[in-house]
């Protein structure tokens, strides 16, 4: 069974940085992409970040770019998402995913694209 657990969320002050954490339990690590979604109250789920662990290709939205790092630690199979200088519009229950690619093709922004979800970790960010 295909299962991710996100940990790492919490209450940070503006400005602050914060790690989030994936623990991806997979048959084989490089056969999957996956992607942070976040969504903040009363709006759509959004696409933050993305890895094809194939070959560590990564994309990332242009709101979150500069200040948010995606990357991954094939021997513990664990995604981690970096984020740098919070804002209060980074405020949001944020969300592993993940993707059978088979090795082959892009990760996407899309969450149509992903067929497992961990259960969210909270992020607040402080003014």
């Known amino acids: 069974e295909v299962q991710v657990v996100e940990s790492g969320g919490g209450l940070v002050q503006a400005g602050g940085s914060l790690r989030l954490s994936c623990a991806a339990s997979?048959?084989?690590?490089?056969?999957?992409?996956f992607g942070w979604f976040r969504q903040a109250p009363g709006k759509d789920r959004e696409g933050v970040s993305c890895?094809?662990?194939?070959?560590?290709?990564?994309r990332s939205a242009d709101p979150v770019k500069g200040r948010f790092t995606i990357s991954i630690d094939n021997a513990k199979k664990a995604v981690y998402l970096q984020i740098d200088t919070l804002k209060p519009e980074d405020t949001a229950v944020y969300f592993c995913?993940?993707?059978?690619?088979?090795?082959?093709?892009?990760?996407?922004?899309?969450?149509?694209?992903?067929?497992?979800w961990g259960q969210g970790t909270q992020v607040t960010v402080s003014s």
């Open positions: 997979v048959p084989r690590f490089d056969d999957y992409a």
């Open positions: 995913a993940a993707e059978y690619r088979g090795g082959r093709g892009p990760c996407y922004l899309d969450d149509y694209e992903y067929d497992y």
């Open positions: 890895i094809r662990v194939s070959d560590g290709t990564t």
